[in-house]
Structure formats: C-alpha cells, structure tokens
C-alpha cells in the first residue's frame, strides 16, 4: 500500500468504501473491550496470589526487629520493607519512606503539603499569588490532575526520545521562581515509554532552580518493569545523582508496588535527602499514625528480596511481551508505510503512545468506542485534556486477553485509516470538514 | 485514712517518710511499662488472627457484584465493606465511604481539604486570615496537633458529665464565623470515657454556626467499644438527627476498625450528607485510584456482618474489663476519701482520666517516669500541651499485662500521694515550692 499522502482523490474514494464495509463488520462483532487504563490483566494478578499464602493465624506477624506489625507504631515503614523497597528504588534504605497502597496518594500529600505547609521552610503555595508546574508531554493524566485541582498552572514541555526538552527546562526553571515543579515518570514514561538519557538525568540534577522549593517530582513508576530479559533500559540514579552534583534536595522519588504485586494493595514508597524526609516527617507525624505494616511484612514474606522481585516481574514480562509484540506488529502491517501514524516501541512500563495525522486523535477514538473499544481520551494525556495537535492516543495493552487486544488494535488501524482519509478528502474538498451526517454512515 | 487537707503537717510529714520509703521500694523494682498510649494488648490481638486465613490463594477475591479486589478500581469502597461499616456507623451504606487504615488520615485530608480547596464552595480556608476550631477538653491530643500543624487558633470547651459545654459551643458557633469545627470523640470519650448525652447531641444537631462551613468532626472511634454486655452507653445517632434537624451537612462522621482488628491494619471510614460526599469525592479521586480493596473483603470475610463484629468486641471486653475494674479498685483503695484526686469509671473505650490537684499532674507523671513508668505526657490532653490547672492525667489501661497495670496503677497512686504532699507542704511553709533537690530525694 502506497502513503495516503500519494493517493489521488478516486483512489482514497476507493479505499474508503473497503474500509467502510469492514468497519460494519467490526461493529457486528458487538465488541465491548477496554484499552483505556494501565491495568495489570487476570493472568498477572494471579501471579500475585502466593501473596495471600505467606501470612496466616499459625505465623509470627513479628519483625526482626521484635516490632508487632498487628499493632499501632512505625511511622516511616517496617526495616525489611525499607530494605527491600530501598533495593527496587536504588537508594539507601534510610532515604525511605513506606507508604499505604498508593504512590499517588504520596504524591498529591506532596503537593498539599507544599499548599499548606511550604517545603522546607519556604512559603506555603496556597499564599503565592501563582504556582507553576512543568508537565512534559504527553505525559500522565493524573499528574496532571493533582496540578489542575490545586489551581496550578501547567507548562508543557515537549517529550524528546531522551526524555523532557532539558533546554527549555533549564530556561524555565532557572527564571521564575513561581514554577514549584515537574512531574517526571523517568522510566518507561507514560505513556511512551521512554526511558530518560544519562545525560537527561544528568542536567535534571544540576538544575538552579530559581525557587528554592522546586522539586523534581521523579515518579519511578515502571522501576522494575522490564518486557525482555537482556534489551533493558537503565536509569542513572537521580539521589545519588542529585548529591553529587551538589543539590542533594532538588528531587523527590516516588515508587509502588501497584503493578508488582496488586494495584490497590500494594506499598507505595518516597525517596528523599535527608532534609526533604525531616521536612515529610514533621507532616507524617500529624497525618497518621502509622501505615498498614501487616501488608509490608506480607510483601517482604512473599518477595523476599529484590532477586525474588525481579524473577516475579519475569513472569509479569512473559504475559506482556506478547501484548506489546502484537500491538506492534498489527500497527506495522496495517499502517506501516502509510504515511499516517507513528507509535512507540517500549520496553517497558505499561503504554504505547500513538500519533496520528493532526486533528484526528479525538475521532478515531469516538469511533473506536462507537465499535465497541474504548480508549482513554484522547487529549488525556495532555494538561486540561487538550491536545494542541489532537494527534495523541494512549494504547494500554495490558489488560485485555490478547486475543481481545488483536481485534482491539485491528479496529484502532481501521478507524485511524477512515478518519485520516476522510480528513484528506475534506482537505481536497477546499478545506470544508466532513459532516457529522457523513460520519454516522460509518 | 483521713483527707489530706485535715492533716496537720507533723501528720504529712510523717506519712511522707513512709510514703518515700515506698517509693523507693518500686524503683528498685526496675519496672519499664508503658500506660501512655491507647494500644491493644497483645491477647486482643491474637482474638484477630483469623483474619489472616480468610483470603488465602485458593479463595476467590471478587465481590459480590463481580468486582475484583486485586486491581484497580473502585473509589468510595467495596459494597459488602460499605454495608459492614455502615451498620457499625449506624448509617446508610450509601452515605459511606471507606478509606484506607486510619481514621486520623481522614479527618487530616478533611481539614487539608478545607484549607486547599475548600467546604462546598465555600472559601479555601488557606485564603483566610484566621481559622479556629473548638476543642473540648480534655480531649485527644492528635485532634489538636492537627489544628496546630495548619495553625488554627485552638478554643478549650469544658467538657461535662453530658459532653461539651453546649452553652458555650451554641454562644460561640453563633457568633463567629472564623469558627470552623469542632472535635468531638462522642461515644467513650477520650480520655474521659463519657458518652455524649441525648440532647447534648439533639443541640449540636441543631446549631446555627456563622460560618456556612462549619462541621462537626464526630470522631466516633469507639462506638461499638463496650465493657459490658447489658450496660452499655447509647448515641442519638447524629447524621440522622442532622437531618431531621433541616441541618443535613452539618457533620463529618468518623470512624475505624484500628481497635477492633488490628490496629494500621484496619479501614477507616468516613459518613456524611450527599452534599458532603459529592464535595469529598471530588477530592478523593484526585487524591487516589482507590485504597486497599483486597483488605476491605479480609475484613467482610471474616467478621461477616455487624454481629460478628458484635461478638468480636464482647471477646475483647472480656479482655480489658479486668484491667479498667483493676484500675479503679487500686485508685478507689489507695486515693478514695483522700481528696486529692477524682477519676473516671467509663463503661467502654480506651481510656480512664485521672485529675489531680491543681499544680501537680506534670510532677506525678515525672515521679512515675523516674519509677519506669511511662504515662502520657501531662498536658497532652489540652491543646498546645498546656493543661491550665496541670491537673489531668490521661490512663491508658489496655496495653500492660494485669499483673503489669496494677504495679503501674500502683506507683501512679504513690506518687500522687507523694506530689500532694509536697504541694501541701509547700503551702504551709508560705506557698515556697520544695526545691528540686529536695524532689531528688525520693
């Protein structure tokens, strides 16, 4: 097939009514598929359920240490969980913090401390007239989110293949003082699943924030989350990092279980300098008492250590991989040469990012759910939900049975294909859209 | 023997010399025990072990309506969990929602809430110049370290044998709109164990605050908590008298299973009006993706409805009703028709509260101190730490064996004996304090 950019009105006129027919078909299957969240499949989450087995009423629910993690008490996260949390993170188990079940939840207390509170001294954001933060895009939904429900606002930076453009970060930071932070999902990101460059990793920490309360929000979220066994992205550690290049402060680090273990009963972690964990405690210290430690010895009795975590996210891979593969090899014979879309080929993390041809994002993804798929908006991913090009679509390929994902894929090359020819033919039409009458015939 | 205030001071003196003697006696004892904090003793734990075989790898972790607890989803809490907890809360289930392991983390990001983003509209409180918040006293003091941690302006309401002042809370609430809560541990009170009276509860339900964002923050964190099984305190329960008071989102209501599972690894849950909870979850799926459905469903399957968890609290009354009658018995034998100190006799709950002379309650806590015995901090039940008469002590009874308590109870007794005396003395010798030299002595 020859790039539809070459074809001649009458060719695209063709085309279309092949394409057309085979989207009815699509629509008889009566598909009711969900490729819409980064959630682990059934298959992963039975991987998990050894994790039920390793506590019951015959075993010691005693630490090392002699701690009872039945009753109240630690504030900051059972030694061994520390230890084996700190092993996934990179970092010195002193440096952590365990958590309840949510790295969100972590990273919006972040952030609402910083409104109520100030970090480390400095004003609290909720008495600045205007608190900015810096988003790379496309980037995470919910990040963005956390910024829009406090009022925040939000900056674009372009995603480059070696992560955020670190020229207009350095640029932006070091001039105004009103921008507070950037979220950064380092590793495999969401949703392209880049991973960051050295060097990328390497300016991050030596940024001269104008604001002395400017943190790097380091969201590691796909830390340990490896599709193959020997083609894996590494990451320069961003602590160590930070202190060696004098700015020990700059970053907080965020990790979880979610996708490990089960998404929701979990363990989320935070990673900090010193400073940074005086300045948490002080909070953490008010907030609660405590959080849920039987599920961290859970974790620790079932993982043991990270060598028993990274054979568990073997087995993750080996239902993944072929989710990731199939995306990729269905994209490629149905669009590759086209000329229409381009997507990212992971591995890691839990997304593939799609372009399409610009200003047609939002309709390929109404019309895949009029046919029964549902993908995450499109726009999502970008602050406020708007895509300036409407070109970008998250594919998250995890949780349908591959089988589902095939004919989910197939559809989402059939109806970028039709809506990129309707957008070509309009264009030739003098511009004038299609209308929406025209589209219902599909 | 005789009150001390009819003694003359040969007589005071004299019975000093025994007192010390004794005192000594205990330190040589080495003791090292701890009645400072409201903790389950390790036999009410062990009545919760069953919980950890409930869910194991061959159990099926779906809910009744087909959700499964091990992935994402679900914000406000699984059905069955909300059932549970609303029939604990005296409430609907669809005026609940369940968090994760603590109730204090609950009413922390209701008051964070309110500073960042406001009550229903109202303006953020963060945008104020003042904010104060009515404190009955005694009372807890991580209610208070709350209203200290976001600088609020603590206001000390007297409690009474029926609940707060209602006098001056009505007067107050009335007139300032700065005003915007109050604590309330409704239900065994703490430290008191006082439950509120019918119309003490039937006027908080009718106030007229000032300020359209005034809540109640009903921390009922001991509802179901009773001693015994035929006499038992009872609440008017106050989201339904809100209501039929026309005053329908007067109330957060509070509540956890910290002390009736095990403690940091319970659920919390949270009650109030439609109009609350569309405010709260607005936050709430900002906040979070869900929190840890997984330990909803091990709670359900184990306590299986209200009166399993009716039957799970009788086994630990059976527990701590020794250990609160132990308490009064030594405090009736040693200090009863001395008048030197009044204490509670609660029917349920954690706590028993202890007031001493005027001027001595920080010294009696050191002296025990100084004899292995920790107590709460004096003070610690006032905001700010400052007990304006330095009178209260807060007993926490539940956590040192028996044998452990009575020793306990026994040295607080002595020592209160002993810092009386001293007071008295002082006084005779024209209001001079004993030189701290002298304290050394004994």
């Not at 640029?171 to 003082?177: A, E, G, I, R, T």
């Not at 990793?201 to 979220?221: S, T």
Request: proline content about 6%.
């Amino acid at each position: 097939m020859k790039p539809y950019a070459e074809m001649t009105k009458e060719e695209l006129k063709e085309l279309r009514k092949h394409l057309v027919a085979q989207y009815r078909e699509m629509q008889g299957k009566d598909l009711r598929l969900d490729m819409s969240r980064g959630k682990p499949s059934l298959d992963q989450l039975d991987l998990s359920m050894g994790m039920m087995d390793v506590l019951s009423s015959e075993d010691d629910l005693t630490c090392e240490d002699g701690t009872d993690c039945r009753n109240y008490g630690v504030l900051d996260g059972i030694k061994e969980a520390k230890e084996l949390i700190a092993d996934m993170m990179e970092v010195n188990p002193d440096n952590v913090i365990i958590y309840g079940n949510s790295s969100l939840n972590v990273m919006y207390d972040a952030i609402a401390r910083s409104y109520t509170n100030g970090v480390m001294g400095n004003t609290p954001w909720g008495k600045l007239d205007k608190v900015k933060f810096l988003c790379p895009v496309p980037g995470y939904d919910r990040h963005f989110a956390i910024c829009e429900y406090f009022g925040m606002e939000m900056i674009n930076v372009p995603m480059l293949p070696t992560g955020p453009d670190m020229d207009m970060v350095e640029d932006l930071v070091s001039k105004d003082p009103a921008i507070k932070g950037i979220w950064c999902v380092p590793k495999y990101s969401n949703p392209q699943g880049i991973s960051y460059s050295d060097e990328t990793v390497r300016r991050f920490a030596r940024l001269k924030p104008a604001a002395p309360d400017f943190r790097i929000y380091w969201d590691n979220a796909y830390g340990v989350h490896h599709l193959y066994d020997h083609d894996q992205d590494h990451l320069v550690e961003i602590l160590a990092e930070c202190k060696r290049a004098g700015n020990p402060d700059l970053v907080y680090k965020f990790s979880s279980t979610s996708k490990i273990s089960f998404p929701g009963s979990g363990i989320a972690s935070f990673a900090a300098s010193p400073n940074n964990l005086e300045d948490v405690m002080s909070q953490l210290r008010i907030q609660t008492i405590g959080h849920d430690k039987v599920n961290q010895l859970r974790h620790v009795r079932f993982f043991k250590n990270i060598h028993g975590i990274v054979e568990h996210m073997r087995k993750h891979a080996e239902i993944l991989r072929p989710k990731f593969e199939a995306v990729d090899s269905i994209l490629e014979k149905e669009l590759g040469g086209l000329g229409i879309a381009t997507w990212t080929k992971p591995k890691g993390g839990y997304f593939i990012s799609f372009d399409s041809m610009e200003g047609c994002a939002k309709e390929i993804v109404a019309r895949c759910k009029k046919a029964g798929v549902v993908m995450t908006n499109a726009g999502a991913t970008y602050p406020y939900g708007k895509d300036p090009h409407d070109t970008n679509i998250r594919i998250a390929p995890t949780y349908p049975p591959l089988s589902d994902l095939i004919l989910a894929t197939e559809l989402l090359a059939l109806c970028t294909k039709l809506v990129t020819i309707d957008k070509l033919l309009a264009e030739m039409n003098g511009g004038t859209h299609v209308p929406e009458e025209h589209h219902e015939e599909v």
